[in-house]
């Protein structure tokens, strides 16, 4: 699974440096925003999905 890659469509600092400190950062791609309308394009990149609508990470526990 070397050649797994994440696509995630959000950028917060916590998860860049999550992803770092896992050994991850060169596997994980951080999108930013991607308007509703380009989506689709996105989506058409992947192999698989895992769409998590809402979601509340707390780090600290």
């Known amino acids: 699974m070397n050649d ?4 995630v469509y959000l950028r917060q600092a916590v998860l860049v440096q999550l992803s770092s ?3 991850m950062s060169d596997r994980v791609i951080f999108s930013g ?5 380009d ?3 996105h989506y058409r990149l992947v ?8 979601c509340v990470f707390n780090l600290n526990e």
Do not use: A, N
Not at 33 to 37: A, D, G, K, R, Y
């Open 4 to 7: 797994l890659k994440w696509l």
């Open 47 to 54: 192999d698989g999905l895992r769409k998590i609508s809402c």
């Open 33 to 37: 925003f991607v308007p509703t309308e």
């Open 39 to 41: 989506l689709v394009l």
């Open 21 to 23: 400190d896992l050994g």
